[in-house]
Each structure stands twice: as C-alpha cells, then as structure tokens.
C-alpha cells in the first residue's frame, strides 16, 4: 500500500474521530469509504458526501466531519494518529509492513513552502465548491482559459484539469512564485465571490494551516 493512500486514510479516520459517533458507527463508515480510497488527495466534501449519504449524519456531525478532515489535511504523515487495526482489518499488516520500510530510500519530502501553497490552494478551490459548484464550474474554466502566473503555466493549466483540487508543484518552484500565485488566484476568486467572501474562506484556510507541523517552516501568513 502506498505512502499516499495510508495518509488519505489517516486524514479520514481523523475526521471520522471529530464526530464522536460510536465505535461501530466510525468503522462502518470507515470501510464504507475506503473501499473507493484511491492514490489521489482525498477530496474533502466527495468523502463528506459519502459517509453522510451511507451512516447518515446530522447536521453537526457533518460540519465536524468537515472541519476535522480539513485539518488532518494540513497535517503531515507522521502527525495523524495512525488507523487502529481493529479498523483497518485485513490491510493492517500492509500498513505496519510500509511503516517499517527505511525512510532514505522515499524521495525527499517536499519543502514546506510548496506544500503549504498547494493545500491552501486546494482548500480555498474546495470551500468555494462546498459554497456554489456552479461558481466553482465557472471558476476553473477561467483558470483553464486564462491561466495564472505565466511562470507555472503548465502547473495551472493541470491544475484546472483536475478541478483545482491539490495543485502540483515542482521543487525549483520559489517562495516568491507561490506568493505570486496565491496573490494570482486570490484577485480571480474575487471576480467571481466578492472581497468579503473569499477573506472569510481565504483567514479560514490560513488559520487551519497555521496549526499544522509545516507552518514551523513556513508560515501561510506569507501567502496573504
């Protein structure tokens, strides 16, 4: 099993624990929604939609799914409390298996600032979905036709094509360049929600993000 499939898990039992439902509740949920666990970011409001369609969830049981999965996603492997086997059943001896796998012979962690700049770009393409798909819709298509940061056009141009979910990012990519481009995506959004609306979601985001282990090494602050 992968590194990025074992953090999506990781990131949705952390959400699922946020919800305080019972213990057989959590792991129905859990095996309901990893049946589908794929080697992409986990899209927050897709998950939210699924364990809410299948345990059935009241409205604040929903939000804290919401809120706990967009924090686990700020945070890093080694940071997220690891799936008890109880939960993870047969895929817990895979699980331990990678654990144990010396840690030089991973490519190397990505730096901070890249990581930061694409969850935070992530979050805020996430919570305008949440708020208005149809505003979203019409957001990536303007981010496919008239691009952002001419310096990461082809970075922008295949992050429109996944629906601006997580964007990626190369290594050469500069602090000065993900400044650029969050400053970029910012002034677009406002086109789109207004001023008022996308500070609310853009301090939510950054506040989120600010809790993170990464933030030690760059603080989002610097992306406003």
């Avoid at 144990?100 to 919570?127: D, F, G």
């Avoid at 310096?151 to 360049?177: H, M, P």
């Avoid at 506040?207 to 602050?221: G, I, M, T, V, Y």
Wanted: hydrophobic fraction near 40%; charged fraction near 25%.
């Amino acid at each position: 099993m992968s590194k990025t499939s074992q953090l999506n898990q990781r990131i949705v039992y952390a959400g699922l624990l946020r919800t305080n439902i019972d213990r057989g509740a959590l792991k129905s949920a859990f095996e309901h929604w990893n049946k589908g666990n794929s080697e992409v970011p986990v899209d927050i409001f897709d998950v939210v939609d699924k364990i809410v369609d299948y345990i059935g969830l009241g409205v604040p049981e929903k939000k804290a799914l919401t809120l706990g999965l967009h924090t686990a996603s700020s945070e890093l492997y080694n940071d997220l409390k690891p799936v008890p086997e109880f939960i993870l059943g047969e895929q817990a001896s895979d699980v331990a298996s990678s654990d144990a796998e010396p840690q030089p012979s991973e490519a190397p962690q990505q730096a901070a600032h890249l990581n930061i700049t694409s969850r935070y770009l992530q979050a805020v393409s996430l919570q305008i979905k949440r708020n208005d798909a149809s505003t979203h819709k019409e957001l990536v298509q303007a981010v496919a036709d008239e691009g952002l940061l001419s310096g990461l056009s082809r970075e922008v141009s295949d992050w429109a094509a996944d629906n601006l979910n997580a964007i990626k990012l190369g290594a050469s990519v500069t602090v000065e360049q993900c400044q650029e481009l969050a400053h970029e995506f910012y002034v677009m959004v406002c086109d789109f929600i207004g001023p008022v609306e996308i500070d609310i979601i853009v301090n939510n985001v950054i506040s989120d993000l600010a809790k993170s282990s990464e933030a030690r090494d760059f603080n989002p602050q610097k992306l406003l």
